[in-house]
């Protein structure tokens, strides 16, 4: 009985022999735990009978069973460690190791399930819905527009598992050198779907794109300025436009430039942001760029302006105040950007844009004042961009800021 209990366990040790069996350690093993797991280092930690945790330099942890099958040692991910805790991992690695004994090619499994992944375009667009809820308007087309132009005819059938940088090559060679600022955000799209796909534990581990651009020209760098009227000819395209018949265009473009703010926020103004005895102008963070709010010193000759566009709305509709916008086609509908470049062209002045007044203002400032550049920023509302130097920054300037549009005005109406 004892002979064919020995037989038996030696028959059963060379059919496990024959199918399976863990790789060596090439470090002892670390016992793992749940905290061990959190605080590992770079670098691959075995646990028991195969399975160990890969730990990138990025911080990444995922698990990887490792087995020799057929004469060969192979690797098979089990999943991200945030996704699949250890003992999960553990049960997952027990029932690979029981499928080998079943006579099952792990491989063969993994090709299933591969031909089962969803495609890139189902990821991108599944990334799309779950991101596109704390973004502005125009990103929500422009972001999936970009996929659709450049992304998607190149590799958007293709499994997102399938996806690496060979493929992210062959859809950024073609651009890259064209259109190089949208070639950069396409790349950063990208990476954001395949890191999506991984979180989501469609993608067993994190698809680096960091050596995609080696394999690409390098990019020379050219700045594009907004086309800007030169701060001497300010003054008398000022006197121009105030000389002509008030209209919608004209009194939002005297508005935007007397005030130095984007024309977005000059358009869409309601007469509830303005204190016209105060002279200030409180833009609400929901219409800022940076969606942060900002106030604007209104200088004479901007109150002298409001009060004369308050005093025709008055006259046209009876009463003027609450959510009203200054510059409407219809009730409750902001005039559009067109209206107030068309000013520019019809006074044929083709060198010039809306938005580059603001370049205009920062030019004056340089060239005419001793105004420090910070002051000036914050006129312009723009944001600090050292974020130490954000944090420790609480005054914006307001009174300095004050003095500042004053004598712009004064420099426009001299």
């Given amino acids: ?81 945030h996704d699949v805790p250890l003992a999960d991992a553990r049960l997952l690695a027990a029932d690979m190791r029981k499928a080998v004994r079943a006579g099952i090619d792990p491989p063969s499994r993994r090709r299933v399930s591969r031909k089962s992944a969803p495609t890139f375009e189902e990821v991108a667009r599944d990334c799309y819905d779950a991101m596109k809820g704390g973004w502005k308007d ?35 060679e073609p651009i890259w050198l064209t259109v190089p600022d949208t070639a950069k955000r396409v790349l950063q799209r990208i990476g954001t779907v395949l890191d999506f796909a991984h979180i989501k534990g469609l993608v067993p581990e994190e698809v680096s794109l960091r050596s995609v651009t080696r394999g690409l020209p390098r990019q020379t760098h050219q700045v594009t300025h907004r086309a800007a009227m030169s701060h001497e000819d300010a003054p008398a395209f000022m006197k121009a436009l105030a000389a002509l018949p008030s209209t919608r265009g004209r009194d939002a473009l005297r508005l935007t430039v007397l ?16 204190d016209l005895d105060k002279a200030v102008w409180s833009i609400p963070a929901a219409r800022m760029k940076m969606k942060e709010a900002h106030i604007v010193p209104l200088a004479p000759a901007a109150v002298k302006l409001l009060r004369a566009l308050r005093q025709h709305h008055l006259e046209l509709h009876g009463q003027v105040g609450g959510g009203g916008l200054l510059f409407s086609v219809k009730e ?59 944090a420790y920054r609480r005054t914006d300037f307001f009174d300095r800021r004050r003095v500042l549009m004053n004598e712009w005005a004064e420099f426009l109406l001299a």
């Avoid at 905290?35 to 009978?49: I, T």
């Avoid at 996929?147 to 950024?172: C, Q, W, Y």
């Fill in 1 to 81: 009985m004892a002979s064919c209990a020995r037989s038996f366990t030696r028959q059963s040790s060379e059919v496990l022999h024959l199918t399976w069996k863990p790789a060596r350690l090439s470090r002892a093993a670390f016992a793992a735990t749940t905290l061990k797991v959190k605080h590992a280092r770079p670098g691959r930690h075995a646990d028991m009978h195969g399975l160990y945790l890969l730990v990138r330099e990025s911080g990444t942890r995922s698990w990887v069973l490792r087995m020799q099958h057929g004469g060969q040692r192979r690797d098979f991910g089990l999943g991200p460690a």
């Fill in 138 to 172: 125009q990103r929500h087309a422009s972001w999936i527009s970009s996929f659709e132009r450049h992304m998607f005819p190149h590799i958007g059938n293709k499994a997102v598992t399938a996806v690496d940088s060979v493929a992210v090559l062959s859809v950024l």
């Fill in 332 to 390: 409750g509908r902001p005039i559009s950007d067109m209206t107030m470049l068309k000013v520019l062209r019809d006074m044929n002045i083709d060198n010039a844009t809306v938005h580059g007044f603001r370049s205009t203002f920062t030019d004056w400032v340089a060239e005419c004042t001793n105004v420090p550049k910070e002051v000036a920023d914050k006129a312009l509302a723009h944001r600090i961009a050292n974020a130490v130097e954000a």
């Fill in 259 to 274: 005030t130095a703010v984007r024309s977005n926020e000059a358009r869409k103004a309601t007469w509830d942001e303005f």
